[in-house]
């Protein structure tokens, strides 16, 4: 970690701080509070539950129900690289379900996972907008297009490797 980032990850932590100090006894600011500290750590850690629990006098099960209510807050970091798998009606007719069960048996995660090295989380979207790709992931910020089962494990294997490059779009 450079000391760029070491900086940032603590004024992101201290914003959370402020945020809890600020809000502690705001009515209503659990999801404020929660969305701050996912903001400051990527996720929601189980200390901080436990932190907001006693500052804000909400039980932890609470807190917990709030978190697993919303699918916007994660419980656990996320990897490294996002794949987001489009399963929107281009893709889907265009093989989709392939797509995504070559992609859960290469990494041996389930949508919504991380896999255990931290290096992938896999996730399902409605749509990438990339409909003439279909189909289609993104990795991070990089879209991966006209796939198939040979394309997935090459992007997945270079991705293992650390030797990916850019957009990839290609017909074949």
């Not at 807190?63 to 490294?80: A, C, D, E, H, N």
């Not at 990438?128 to 790709?133: Q, Y």
């Amino acid at each position: 970690m450079t000391d760029i980032s070491i900086r940032e990850d603590k004024k992101e932590i201290l914003n959370f701080k402020i945020d809890l100090i600020n809000k502690r006894h705001q009515e209503g600011s659990l999801i404020t509070l929660l969305q701050s500290a996912q903001d400051s750590y990527g996720y929601v850690p189980e200390k901080v539950i436990h932190y907001i629990s006693e500052l804000v006098g909400i039980p932890s099960s609470e807190i917990y129900g709030v978190l697993t209510f919303y699918s916007q807050f994660r419980l656990k970091p996320m990897g490294k690289n996002i794949i987001r798998i489009c399963e929107g009606t281009a893709c889907h007719v265009n093989g989709a379900k392939t797509v995504l069960s070559v992609l859960q048996d290469e990494l041996g995660i389930s949508v919504d996972e991380t896999t255990d090295d931290g290096l992938f989380t896999l996730q399902s979207v409605a749509c990438l907008g990339c409909c003439s790709l279909a189909p289609v992931m993104m990795i991070n910020q990089e879209t991966h297009g006209n796939l198939t089962t040979e394309k997935i494990k090459k992007v997945i294997k270079s991705y293992k490797s650390n030797q990916h490059a850019g957009v990839t779009n290609e017909k074949n």
